[in-house]
């Protein structure tokens, strides 16, 4: 493990600590989260299919099993069909 110092504001400090104490973690843990936290919404993700939700089925579950089922079915260069 490698140790990363940083230099930050006094008030910055103070509410990092206060965090840290009511989430009953240490500050070193919470700052780790943090990190974290930041580093997943750079990593880029990829990309959905911009046409989802455009339509009506009737079925309350397609859509959240959407990403699923074209994967399945899907080529992103040729579009998709339900026959194979």
Request: avoid cysteine; hydrophobic fraction near 35%; charged fraction near 25%.
């Amino acid at each position: 493990m490698t140790t990363i110092t940083i230099h930050a504001e006094e008030e910055i400090v103070k509410a990092v600590k206060q965090i840290a104490k009511n989430k009953l973690m240490t500050t070193e843990a919470l700052v780790k989260e943090a990190l974290l936290n930041y580093l997943q919404l750079q990593i880029p993700r990829s990309k959905k299919y911009s046409f989802i939700g455009i339509g009506h089925s009737g079925k309350g579950h397609i859509s959240t099993q959407v990403e699923t089922t074209l994967k399945k079915a899907a080529n992103r260069r040729e579009g998709w069909s339900l026959s194979e």
